[in-house]
């Protein structure tokens, strides 16, 4: 009798420790996914950023090559 209160004991035991193991994979999983999907949208975030970064750098700089020109244009003109 008490060995197969002890068997019974081990596997209760073991199927606990299953489940356990399991939640705690999953558990492990999502948090995996949930640091994948943020380190993915900070790259994205940076990523714009310094294509807004370069867009304005690039209006400017044809602002001022059209402002130049356009002077040096009339200056050639009126002088």
Not at 26 to 48: I, K, Y
Request: charged content about 25%; glycine content about 2%.
């Amino acid at each position: 009798m008490r060995m197969r209160q002890s068997l019974a004991q081990l596997e209760q035991a073991f199927y606990e420790e299953t489940a356990a193991d399991r939640h705690r994979r999953e558990r492990l999983q999502r948090t995996a996914a949930q640091r994948s999907r943020r380190r993915h949208l900070e790259q994205v975030h940076r990523r714009g950023s310094v294509r807004f970064v370069l867009l304005v750098l690039s209006i400017i700089a044809t602002a001022v090559i059209v402002t130049v020109a356009m002077l040096e244009t009339l200056q050639a003109v009126m002088g």
